[in-house]
């Protein structure tokens, strides 16, 4: 909540009180040390009468930062400032005691050592009247910062000449692969004026064969991968431009893909001697045009807008009447909305006149436009601004320049490092040369100063210096632009090719200015090199490949040409196989298939063909092998070579033979185990089922599978179904099913229980293929451990009566001696005999407590529902501990053993809560649900159930679904709806 506004006169002035200590003697001294020795330039400015300013404190850094010696302490500023600056001083002291606040600006000295540039702040002081007594101020010092802007601008000019006028095509797109930019050289090399090429997409530029290979170099400029490679494209007239490229993807500051750098080199006289190309790509952002003058009326309590004219509309990209009925809070974007908040609330208290800002406005689809924002409030006297005129103007595209201009520079740097291309100039009246940053490390120099012209020339190899310096002098001369491609040493004695370049800069028929790059071209060197020997690589290949590999004219279907392991698998000789067909090697039973391909190649209905066959040897044996064919064209014309490729499979095909026989054997081992096994697909329907399985459910194969999930049939409860459905859904998310024991019925209606678990077999990709479920027929254990826990509960009762009649009447009995004695005696010992007597009572209720749960009569002698009403009253006062009992009468249980599960189960949840939960309340109910089943809940409001108890039950919760499981009931724990648990024990109940 915003704190009511304070009047300007009821508002405390911003300043500090000096102690009435300050004006002593010694702490004046002190604090004129401190100001002395400080390493900062600190100073202090007195107020006299009259506003009479002189020099009271200064440091050591502020004297040498302004010029001023150490006797100027104690003497007026108008003896030791010089005007202009005198006056711009005292009227920003004058500013600081008039409004009580710290006045900061920029100021510049000029020094014999140069041009000092700092930021002054000033703080006035006030003694306990309020009256300034002092000002304290700090200058720092941002000359190297003014000297590192300045020189950062040139940098950026000096790198955009070199562009403009590089011999080298500059070319960037943005993230949708239009174009962004092209320098003189681009355009020209394409024929386009530079305005023409700008805003279309790269595509225009390249013909289909272009086209069809730009999205995969689009594809690797957004995955972050720099490439060099040679690349077609299309000029205006429709003739081909072949190009070497060396591209490189841009990134904003927040990593994000926004276009792609590229640096074209026309190779088209060269590249026409060569076969290949790759396709180049490159991408850069769009520029904004600049936008009207959008003008608001403003409501300045609520920011809501009154009145807008259309150029408003347009920049918010709303209608009149959408904007009309919102408000700045509903434009602004959320990051500006504080700062615009700020200055409202500024202009409303009367703090500033006017605020100008830029933010941006955030539209509907999540796009932004950045806006100028002046705010100018309209007065009435006597009265805050009600209202507001906000002008709002578009200055997207500047913002996109400034950022473009930043990257821009970034991105010059890169692109010489990434294509090994440096740029130099130099002034032909003073010879001075200037190299870029990968210039020199092309040369290795060691230092960003470039040499003289002489010793740049020595860098040359002896046989290459005339060339090039009959070049340079051709071009001052004469204005003769030169391309060469000359051998260079660098300083460090590293021999590479390099290509200069160089053009002339003429004013008034005379030469001024040269400017050209250095490209390391040793690679594409060394590539003509590998041009020449890729034939016998090729050749070297097809003799030693691990393949058989073999030429085959297309007409006649005979062997033109077969490596060395082409005959060895079909066991003949290279000389014998040029005699033959592909087909007379062939099996005869799979001749048809392969004569039926052949035909289907030959005629241009398939590119190529696959086929695992038999070929006979010479000696009549048989050979597997993997075939592959495809047709091999000329660089013109139809195709008229088939190109074959067999890879002998035979060891392969035995190993399949053998993993066949395995499987028969795994499928007649799982057939007859005793233990089910089944097996679904992704859907739940049951693809096999062995032996066992079928002899528990009593259906036969046929009957199961192949059909749907088991939830379908008959022989599952609607819980263990519903149970059964979040396991498969469970599964097909890759999860495994814990062991779980569920009731499965025969088709004769006979019950079993059967301790089911899962595990999923996954598709090479991940996902889930098959749901193998297994499980083991545990009726005839339970049945076994039902009989222990009888005879166990008749261990316990007969435990329980022997402590209740044998040890607790014997304890009654002591407890009455006790309390005889203790009338007999008197003072301490009687004090004694009392205490003692109590501790007896209290053994007595716990062993009768102890009794009463190992032999739970009350089952017997009340019936279920007053044992349970027993055990709430025995929580309320043994625990003190709230406990309510809420049982339908109607219900009768008639076995007794049935009622003794109910009720031990109902004992163990209600222990657990209170051994564990420390609940405040339990409640107990038991109530029919439907007209087959009834249900018993024991809830708390405890500190619920741990991680590790809900993932690993103990005892007791084993216990209790085991008990469970023996009335054919079902048990569920879970969270409380707010806290604590609910344990939920479901059983069948027919009145």
Request: hydrophobic share 40%.
């Amino acid at each position: 909540m915003k704190s009511p506004r304070k009047t300007a006169a009821a508002r405390p002035p911003k300043v500090s009180y000096a102690s009435a200590s300050q004006a002593d003697t010694s702490s004046a001294a002190a604090l004129a040390k401190i100001y002395l020795h400080a390493d900062a330039a600190l100073f202090s400015i007195s107020v006299g009468p009259r506003q009479v300013f002189r020099l009271q404190n200064a440091s050591l850094r502020f004297l040498e930062l302004t010029g001023l010696k150490k006797n100027v302490i104690g003497r007026p500023l108008v003896e030791l400032l010089p005007q202009p600056g005198l006056d711009r001083v005292v009227r920003h002291c004058r500013k600081a005691i008039r409004t009580r606040k710290t006045i900061r600006w920029d100021d510049i000295s000029t020094l014999k050592s140069g041009t000092r540039h700092g930021q002054v702040s000033l703080t006035p002081v006030a003694d306990v009247s309020g009256r300034v007594t002092h000002l304290s101020g700090f200058v720092h010092d941002i000359t190297e910062h003014r000297k590192a802007e300045q020189a950062l601008l040139q940098s950026a000019e000096r790198f955009r000449r070199i562009v403009e006028t590089a011999l080298e095509g500059v070319w960037t797109i943005d993230a949708r692969s239009l174009t962004d930019y092209v320098n003189p050289k681009m355009a020209q090399m394409m024929g386009y004026k530079a305005e023409e090429m700008l805003g279309r997409p790269i595509s225009d530029f390249l013909d289909d064969e272009g086209r069809a290979l730009l999205n995969a170099h689009i594809k690797n400029r957004k995955n972050g991968i720099s490439d060099h490679f040679e690349f077609k494209y299309v000029r205006k007239d429709g003739s081909p431009l072949w190009a070497f490229v060396s591209t490189n993807p841009i990134y904003n500051s927040a990593g994000e893909y926004v276009g792609a750098m590229a640096l074209l080199t026309d190779i088209s006289t060269r590249r026409a001697a060569e076969a290949a190309m790759q396709e180049s790509d490159a991408q850069f952002r769009a520029i904004f045009e600049q936008a009207a003058v959008g003008v608001a009326l403003v409501d300045s309590s609520s920011g809501r807008f009154l009145s807008v004219n259309q150029r408003a509309c347009e920049i918010s990209r709303l209608t009149r009447s959408q904007l009309l009925s919102s408000s700045f809070k509903a434009v602004a974007h959320p990051e500006d909305l504080k700062k615009l908040q700020e200055m409202m609330q500024k202009l409303r208290s009367g703090l500033i006149p006017t605020c100008t800002m830029e933010i941006r406005c955030l539209h509907a689809a999540g796009s932004t436009t950045w806006v100028s924002l002046t705010i100018s409030p309209m007065w009435k006297k006597g009265e805050p601004p009600s209202r507001c005129v906000a002008i709002m103007q578009d200055i997207t595209a500047r913002k996109e320049a400034e950022s473009s201009l930043a990257r821009t520079t970034e991105l010059l740097e890169r692109t010489g490092e990434m294509a090994r291309i440096g740029g130099w100039e130099l002034d032909v009246a003073t010879r001075r040369l200037f190299w870029s940053l990968e210039t020199c490390r092309l040369f290795e120099i060691g230092t960003t100063q470039a040499p003289s012209v002489e010793k740049a020339i020595d860098f040359y190899t002896p046989e290459a210096r005339p060339i090039i310096r009959e070049a340079v002098q051709k071009a001052i001369d004469h204005g003769t632009a030169y391309d060469v491609e000359l051998p260079v040493i660098t300083a460090k004695g590293r021999l590479f090719w390099a290509r200069s370049q160089g053009s002339a800069i003429r004013k008034n028929g005379r030469t001024v200015q040269l400017i050209g790059t250095f490209q390391d071209i040793t690679t594409h060197r060394q590539a003509e090199q590998a041009l020449i020997e890729s034939e016998v690589r090729f050749r070297t290949i097809f003799e030693q490949a691990v393949v058989g590999v073999g030429l085959v004219d297309l007409a006649t279907g005979r062997f033109i040409d077969v490596n060395l392991r082409y005959a060895t698998i079909v066991g003949r000789s290279r000389r014998e196989m040029l005699r033959l067909s592909a087909e007379e090697l062939t099996h005869a039973e799979d001749r048809p298939r392969h004569r039926r391909m052949y035909q289907q190649l030959k005629s241009g209905a398939i590119p190529e063909f696959h086929l695992e066959q038999r070929c006979l040897r010479q000696d009549g044996s048989l050979v597997w092998v993997n075939l592959n064919a495809s047709l091999l064209s000329p660089l013109t014309g139809r195709a008229d070579q088939m190109l074959v490729m067999v890879e002998d499979i035979t060891s392969r095909k035995l190993a399949e033979e053998n993993y066949r026989r395995e499987q028969g054997f795994n499928e007649i081992l799982a057939s007859h185990t005793s233990a089910i096994i089944i097996l679904m697909d992704r859907r739940g329907h049951i693809m096999h089922a062995n032996d066992a399985a079928l002899q528990l459910t009593g259906f036969s194969r046929k009957e199961i599978v192949g059909k749907p999930p088991p939830w379908d049939h008959p022989f599952m409860e609607k819980a263990e179904k519903d149970w059964a459905k979040k396991s498969i859904t469970d599964m097909l998310a890759g999860k495994n099913m814990d062991t779980r024991e569920v009731s499965i019925f025969s088709k004769d209606g006979r019950r079993h229980i059967v301790a089911l678990s899962s595990i999923i077999t996954k598709t090479p990709d991940g996902g889930v293929d098959r749901i193998i479920i297994t499980g083991t027929d545990l009726t005839e254990r339970n049945r076994l451990q039902k009989e222990i826990l009888k005879i166990s509960e008749q261990e316990q009762a007969r435990i329980g009566h022997n402590l209740h009649d044998g040890i607790g009447q014997t304890m009654t009995g002591i407890s009455s001696l006790i309390e005889a004695l203790a009338g007999e005696l008197t003072g301490s010992q009687r004090e004694s005999a009392a205490r003692i007597y109590q501790l007896m009572q209290q053994a007595i209720q716990e062993v009768r407590h102890m009794s009463h749960s190992l032999s739970p009569a009350s089952v017997k002698n009340r019936g279920l529902g007053g044992a349970l009403h027993l055990l709430a009253e025995t929580i309320r006062t043994n625990h003190r501990t709230s406990c309510t009992c809420e049982v339908d009468p109607d219900i009768k249980v008639e076995d007794p053993e049935k009622e003794t599960h109910i009720y031990r189960i109902a004992q163990e949840a209600a222990n657990n809560a209170l051994r564990h939960g420390r609940p405040s309340s339990i409640r107990i109910s038991l109530q029919r649900k439907g007209e087959e089943n009834a249900v018993l809940k024991i809830e708390d409001n405890g500190r619920g159930l741990s991680k590790r108890a809900a993932s690993h039950p103990g005892i007791g919760m084993r216990v209790m679904d085991y008990r469970a499981n023996l009335i054919e009931g079902s048990l569920i724990v879970k969270k409380g709806a707010r806290r604590g648990v609910s344990v939920i024990c479901r059983f069948p109940y027919s009145p």
